[in-house]
């Protein structure tokens, strides 16, 4: 079995992802026995020469992170978004609101970027999520040992919602967000009363205009966050 | 009752109706007061998730060390022990004579079948209606003809009992110390019972669905479709919910070792944009109304040309689980009587 070098990096990012990813503990050091798999978690020094796989965590914030990302893609076959900074951003495109307050309270911030790393970067395979699923970046991890690419998930918080036979937030007056939201995370927020706050993304071809409309019909307020989702996504395309 | 269920849990897994939080779910049961015959209308999600789960491992796969593959098929673990499932409404039970005729039909699916032919069907008639029923409108209820092994009725301070399968004779055979003979007041009770709650269901004054088929096809690119589909949020819990929606999409997932793995069937809905996309990539049913008229086109006309009949049992679960309080008879009946048709056409 030849030697699979696999990168964990990190740009901006709480860093949960890669918490996520030692989570699979157990998983993890059977895998380095099987494998020999050679990886760098946070650190830098000693980089080889290419990576098989890197997955990257957090968003692009400044031109360091920038040239940073474009080195990681020259060294690596394959490229993985991970979590909701990498795939769309994340939390730091807040950054986008009241710039006029930051820039007062952190001078020089004007140079920042907010940005999820596909503007700068081709993606082989997004792994979206506020943390990401441990088990959908397994899942993925194998196929890609496998040089297969799995199918993007393509349902919604909703579906995996209502497997669950859990009473739907809307029809209680929270503004929830399953229902325009790519599903994988196996409805873990509503399962236990939590609005989905879209932390996966929109789903493919999203009702967001839908949603509105029953929100309003409802008289539930729209959560401001969901503004910031759209335009992210807008950003995308 | 609890005296029948405990009798059938010593040889049987116990499928019932369970109270949650969340409201009722059928599940597998282990003491049997927790079986609730009570319940009103429907459970969340259908009793075919007993038949067809949401997620199934079909088999197994390996390469030996000389590289021959070889499978293991969960089918065997399917076909062992023999399960009841209590509490079967007549919609639900019109529903699994429904997935019959697909999975059992032309092109056999071991899985279900072995499933269906291990578990015994004890239904229980409707009392009363609940909001969005319109089993009525479909011939699916509130009395039923076949699709049961035994059917219970409620008439207040005693089950009747309605034998409808030799399995199920068998049930009640070797526990007729429980049984006593129905009288003929005991049957016009019940059907006094159930030509009560028919007309409940009839004030509703929806249309005959018999026909729906012809004005549906009439109607296929009527603007009736852009309106809804501007409104239907395309989450797909109308589909899963749906006791006869039937469509999965297949899963391989490998083992660390990459050498073994296994192949899973999973739920699909006709409203997601992956639903029809194939392997160049291609999606066909790219516009949001071209997906939400699917589900309604397979049900009511479809379906009969699939399996000779309508795929809808009257249960009103889609309508009652819509986010956006999406009501499928409202569809029908705006297609019945209103909106200007446009002539379709097919190159």
Redesign the interface.
């Given at each position: 079995m030849n030697k699979i070098r696999i990168g964990i990096f990190s740009l901006s990012s709480c860093e949960g992802c890669i918490v996520q990813i030692l989570n699979l503990e157990d998983i993890l050091l059977n895998l380095l026995k099987k494998f020999e798999i050679e990886s760098r978690i946070l650190g830098t020094q000693n980089r080889t020469e290419s990576y098989d796989i890197a997955f990257v965590e957090g968003s692009v914030m400044s031109i360091d992170e920038e040239m940073e990302l474009k080195k990681i893609r020259r060294m690596s076959k394959f490229l993985v978004a991970l979590g909701e900074c990498a795939c769309h951003g994340g939390n730091f495109l807040v950054r986008d609101f009241n710039v006029g307050e930051i820039l007062e309270r952190f001078p020089g911030s004007e140079t920042w970027y907010s940005n999820p790393i596909d503007r700068y970067v081709r993606i082989e395979y997004y792994i979206p999520g506020c943390p990401i699923d441990k088990e959908e970046f397994f899942t993925v991890f194998k196929s890609l040992l496998l040089e297969k690419f799995p199918e993007q998930i393509s349902n919604t918080v909703c579906s995996e919602c209502i497997l669950k036979e859990n009473n739907c937030l809307i029809d209680k007056g929270i503004a929830c967000l399953g229902s325009i939201t790519r599903g994988g995370c196996k409805a873990i927020c509503p399962t236990f009363n939590r609005e989905c706050y879209g932390c996966r993304g929109l789903s493919d071809d999203a009702n967001v205009e839908g949603l509105l409309q029953t929100f309003k019909e409802k008289n539930i307020e729209p959560p401001t966050h969901l503004t910031l989702i759209t335009r992210r996504e807008g950003r995308k395309t | 009752m609890p005296i029948f269920l405990d009798r059938i849990m010593k040889y049987y897994q116990l499928i019932g109706p369970v109270k949650?939080e969340?409201?009722v779910?059928f599940e597998y049961v282990s003491e049997c007061d927790k079986v609730d015959l009570d319940y009103l209308g429907h459970?969340?999600?259908p009793p075919k998730k007993f038949f067809f789960p949401?997620i199934e491992e079909m088999f197994a796969y390996e390469y030996d060390e000389t590289g021959n593959l070889r499978i293991y098929d969960f089918l065997e673990e399917v076909s062992k022990g023999m399960r009841v499932i209590v509490g079967v409404k007549p919609c639900d039970i019109s529903s699994l004579l429904v997935l019959d005729k697909v999975f059992t039909g032309e092109y056999n699916d071991p899985y279900y079948t072995t499933r269906r032919n291990n578990t015994l069907v004890v239904g229980l008639t409707c009392n009363k209606p609940k909001e969005y029923c319109f089993c009525t409108y479909v011939g699916s209820g509130p009395s039923i003809k076949k699709g049961f092994d035994l059917l219970l009725s409620d008439l207040g301070d005693m089950y009747l009992v309605e034998v409808g399968s030799e399995k199920g004779w068998k049930l009640t055979k070797f526990n007729l110390d429980i049984f006593n003979e129905a009288e003929n007041e005991d049957i016009k009770e019940r059907e006094r019972i159930l030509l009560e709650v028919e007309e409940e269901i009839r004030k509703k004054g929806l249309p005959n669905f018999a026909t729906i088929d012809k004005v549906l096809v009439e109607r296929f690119l009527d603007r009736i479709w852009d309106d809804y589909s501007?409104?239907?949020?395309?989450?797909?819990?109308c589909?899963?919910?749906c006791p006869t929606c039937r469509c999965f999409t297949i899963?391989d997932?490998?083992?660390?070792?990459?050498k073994s793995g296994k192949r899973f069937r999973i739920?699909d809905?006709c409203h997601?944009?992956?639903f029809t996309k194939v392997a160049s990539g291609e999606v066909f049913r790219k516009d949001?109304p071209s997906r939400f008229k699917q589900r309604i086109y397979h049900k009511f006309v479809y379906s009969i040309n699939e399996i000779g009949s309508i795929s809808c049992v009257g249960c009103g679960r889609c309508i009652e689980?819509c986010?956006?309080?999406i009501n499928i008879l409202d569809v029908l009946k705006e297609v019945i009587v209103g909106g200007k048709s446009v002539s379709a056409k097919v190159s």
């Open positions: - | 949650t969340k409201g779910s459970t969340v999600l949401p501007r409104k239907c949020l395309a989450c797909g819990k589909n899963f919910t899963s997932e490998p083992n660390p070792d990459l739920w809905s997601f944009l992956s949001r689980v986010p956006a309080k």
